[in-house]
């Protein structure tokens, strides 16, 4: 397997473009064009994690977070990543981290963790901005319908809980084929006029790339006249946390055990009971004190996340129950979600999931 093509699969689910300003997600080490023989999946790259690859033949390593944060200047013995970069390349194994690409993403770990506590209904919290483009496309009025569907296979017309939307105007488009031209209508050195429709569609940068590619092949004429136009329309398949609802309304004390039977903790901490029903639920895995806003504003009963400060604790006021669920073990599903993922996309690939601990916290609870 060319790691070009698992590449592929992972950022059609996290796209690299959905990742925060200061992040490092992507490929982290490794050429796309080797091949792969096996891949393991953990939270963290560490050496023990790299041991357990060696030991199960795997040249792959797929994490969540990027073993390599900020920029590298020098690789001496004093960068704290040296001994496990130097052995990684020794060992010729590839690091591919998802980390805030997969946070953001729609289909990522919050939603993954909202399906096992069955939430419905759910949506992203604060949706992205800058992540939308508009195609605009002139063709031939014949062609309309193929160049349209063409698009929408690619990713584009996707407006809340409606796709294949576009908006079609008709004109008349002008142009004048060169002696080296091939023209699909008129003839050349002689101005043409040729009836054609206006397509328009809004798409996700994302998909910029394959969409470009769908058009052109979909497309009768030899050069196509198209215009890209950037939007700042908020996403609703992209941003930070999401928000959904529970079938039936608990007390706030029975979802926490819930929760923490899930998550495999004996505690958690939150703040004061509000002596409500919890019915609207905000999860954001990860460091997420900075959604406690929005959260508000979304009239959410309870907010899980992690690594809150003790002011934010007290920040809702008492409109918002909170629950810091701990970092690690709000991403720990991460292993099992993206090993469910190859496993659909490369039936036949080996895809294990690491056992390693990664956790830097402890907890004593004798």
Not at 198 to 220: G, N, T, W
Not at 226 to 242: H, K
Request: glycine letters at 6%; charged letters at 20%.
């Amino acid at each position: 397997m060319i790691l070009q093509h698992i590449l592929n699969e992972l950022e059609s689910l996290a796209p690299p473009e959905y990742q925060e300003e200061w992040d490092n997600s992507g490929l982290l080490l490794g050429s796309p064009a080797r091949e792969i023989t096996g891949i393991i999946v953990s939270l963290d790259t560490t050496m023990e994690v790299l041991h357990e690859a060696i030991s199960n033949h795997c040249n792959l390593i797929i994490s969540h977070h990027p073993f390599i944060f900020q920029g590298i200047r020098k690789i001496t013995p004093d960068l704290p990543a040296y001994h496990l970069l130097r052995r990684l390349i020794q060992e010729d194994i590839a690091v591919y981290a998802l980390h805030t690409s997969l946070d953001n993403s729609w289909m990522g770990i919050n939603q993954y963790l909202g399906q096992k506590l069955g939430l419905m209904n759910t949506s992203i919290l604060t949706p992205k901005r800058d992540s939308l483009k508009k195609l605009v496309v002139f063709c031939p009025v014949d062609h309309a319908e193929k160049v349209r569907n063409a698009l929408f296979e690619a990713g584009a017309g996707h407006i809340g809980n409606y796709d294949c939307c576009s908006y079609n105007s008709s004109g008349q488009g002008s142009f004048r084929a060169s002696e080296k031209a091939n023209p699909f209508v008129g003839k050349r050195k002689v101005i043409h006029f040729e009836p054609e429709i206006r397509i328009e569609v809004i798409f996700p940068s994302a998909r910029e790339k394959p969409l470009i590619d769908a058009m052109r092949a979909a497309h009768p004429y030899e050069e196509v006249a198209f215009d890209l136009y950037p939007l700042t329309n908020s996403f609703d398949r992209a941003g930070s946390g999401i928000v959904g609802f529970l079938e039936k309304p608990m007390s706030e004390q029975r979802f926490i055990r819930i929760v923490k039977s899930l998550v495999g903790l004996n505690s958690i901490r939150h703040s004061a009971f509000l002596g409500r029903k919890i019915r609207k639920v905000a999860i954001s895995s990860g460091a997420g004190g900075f959604l406690i806003p929005d959260v508000i504003r979304s009239e959410a009963d309870i907010f899980l996340t992690s690594d809150l400060k003790y002011h934010q604790f007290q920040e809702p006021g008492g409109k918002l129950l909170l629950m810091d669920i701990g970092h690690y073990e709000s991403e720990s599903f991460m292993k099992e979600m993206i090993r469910a993922f190859l496993i659909e996309k490369f039936p036949n690939f080996a895809v294990l999931v690491s056992a390693t601990e990664t956790n830097p916290v402890k907890y004593f609870n004798r």
